[in-house]
């Protein structure tokens, strides 16, 4: 009977190890998350939500687009105001129903620096922005 138990046990810590090794110590895995501030009169607002470390996921979620596609832009810049008028970095992809979820062309502590910021822009990625979203550490 022990011994059974025993093989259980270590049959269970063979499964769970694995997963419990996939993340770091200090990363919960629930990303870091920031607002979207609507711009250029558009009433779109939302979230920003960064996950991972060596090439994370950044995924964004809009109210008030109406489902129309929009472009999603990474420029430089430390504030909105400033990244407004920056040119974009990377595209990051285009928005589906309020939605994107994309891979960051660069590593999370770069991008979380505090001098990247996040636009969604009205259909092209060179078109206005209506949706604003900086990214930084607290």
Same mark, same amino acid.
């Given at each position: 009977?022990?011994?059974? &138990? &025993?093989?259980?046990?270590?049959?269970?810590?063979?499964?769970?190890? *694995?997963?419990?090794?996939?993340?770091?110590?200090?990363?919960?895995?629930?990303? +870091?998350?920031?607002?979207?501030?609507? +711009?250029? @009169? @558009?009433?779109?607002?939302?979230?920003?939500?960064?996950? !991972?470390?060596?090439? *994370?996921?950044?995924?964004?979620?809009?109210?008030?687009?109406? !489902?129309?596609?929009?472009?999603?832009?990474? +420029?430089? !810049?430390?504030?909105?105001?400033?990244?407004?008028?920056?040119?974009?970095?990377? +595209?990051? !992809?285009?928005?589906?129903?309020?939605?994107?979820?994309?891979?960051? *062309?660069?590593?999370?502590?770069? &991008?979380? @620096?505090?001098?990247?910021?996040? &636009?969604?822009?009205?259909?092209?990625?060179?078109?206005? *922005?209506? @949706?604003?979203?900086?990214?930084?550490?607290?």
């Amino acid at each position: 009977m022990f011994k059974h &138990l &025993l093989l259980s046990v270590a049959a269970a810590a063979l499964f769970v190890a *694995p997963a419990a090794a996939q993340i770091a110590p200090n990363d919960s895995g629930a990303g +870091v998350q920031r607002g979207m501030t609507a +711009v250029n @009169s @558009s009433a779109q607002t939302g979230m920003v939500t960064v996950f !991972g470390r060596d090439r *994370p996921r950044i995924q964004v979620v809009i109210d008030g687009s109406r !489902g129309h596609a929009e472009s999603v832009t990474l +420029v430089r !810049g430390r504030d909105c105001p400033q990244a407004l008028a920056a040119r974009n970095i990377a +595209v990051l !992809g285009t928005l589906r129903g309020g939605r994107l979820t994309a891979t960051s *062309p660069m590593p999370m502590d770069r &991008l979380m @620096s505090g001098n990247y910021t996040v &636009l969604v822009r009205n259909n092209t990625p060179e078109s206005r *922005p209506v @949706s604003c979203g900086h990214l930084y550490l607290s």
